[in-house]
């Protein structure tokens, strides 16, 4: 029996706000747990291109860190020994689910899957009032990552990047290959983590003489703070700081070279965004991070006729 394909019902109206992109420079509609992910990726970037200290990304965030580690259960259940990707398969398996739920008293299960099986779930969720009000799938972190650094390597194709990475001695052939598919995640973060950081290097200056331009005090307090890098992210936390830097980005973004080069660092940001957030289990840094990837990706989509 095959089984109709039927469109998402919601019980109550959707605030299209989340998915509409803000004026760069109004802060106000952005949720202040996106916006502090935001200012401590920009922290570290700013942090990295005055000093001197060779610390990593992770390294940086696992010293800021103020979010305990919560203790969970964590329990195995029956193997099924029959083909996951079947329907049959994924029906018994979120049965199974719901019975458990109830038994422990609880009222939502969150199934999280790989991309392969995410979509059949979700329809036969929408299949099903039993399902519908219960579970709520969820694609893996690292197939979303995946994506995403996919999408990073097509925007990126013919940029000369792929030849940066070879005559760095970063990649080689077959490696880069690979991670411009999207095809390998630790590989593939690494590289793109060094040539953001190699970038903010060549924007820190541009930026904080920008901010002396404009006789902003914020300009010397960047650099006074760079050895302290919680007071660096205090100072790039005010909305005046977050304005001016997207103000100094409108003044070189008439250069297509910048603009473009801007883009592929506004989505390692993005990138780097949602990887804090799985992480440091912060919700809505990760959902931050996915409404700004739908927002890049279609800004940097061109519309085929």
């Known amino acids: 029996m095959l089984l109709q394909k039927r469109e998402p019902l919601f019980s109550s109206p959707v605030q299209t706000e989340w998915f509409i992109a803000s004026d760069p420079d ?44 919560q203790i969970s259960a964590i329990g195995y259940l029956p193997l ?26 609880k009222k939502h299960v969150i199934l999280t899957v790989d991309q392969a099986l995410y979509y059949k779930i979700a329809e036969l969720r929408w299949t099903s009032e039993h399902f519908y009000d219960r579970i709520f799938p969820r694609m893996g ?27 760095s001695e970063l990649l080689w052939e077959g490696a880069v290959s690979r991670v411009l598919q999207g095809k390998a995640y630790a590989k593939g973060m690494r590289p793109h983590k060094l040539t953001f ?80 957030g799985i992480r440091n289990v912060d919700w809505e840094s990760y959902f931050g991070a996915l409404t700004e990837c739908s927002h890049i990706l279609l800004s940097t989509t061109t519309p085929t006729t």
């Open 197 to 276: 950081q190699a970038l903010w290097r060549i924007l820190c200056p541009k930026f904080l003489a920008f901010l002396a331009e404009q006789e902003f005090d914020e300009a010397e307090k960047c650099s006074d703070f760079v050895s302290n890098p919680a007071d660096l992210e205090h100072v790039l936390g005010s909305h005046s700081v977050s304005r001016h830097l997207n103000r100094s980005c409108k003044k070189f973004v008439d250069d297509r070279n910048f603009g473009f080069l801007w883009t592929y660092v506004d989505m390692v940001s993005t990138l780097l965004m949602f990887t804090r």
């Open 80 to 105: 099924i020994l029959k083909p996951a990707h079947e329907f049959t398969t994924l029906s018994l398996v979120m049965n199974r689910c719901v019975a458990l739920a109830v038994k422990l008293g």
């Open 26 to 69: 109004d802060f106000g509609p952005m949720p202040k747990p996106v916006f502090e992910s935001r200012v401590k990726v920009l922290a570290f970037a700013l942090w990295r291109a005055l000093s001197d200290e060779k610390v990593g990304w992770t390294e940086y965030n696992q010293s800021l860190s103020s979010n305990p580690t």
């Open 141 to 167: 972190g690292l197939h979303i990552a995946f994506n995403f650094l996919k999408a990073i390597g097509k925007h990126m194709t013919g940029s000369g990047l792929a030849e940066l990475w070879m005559r």
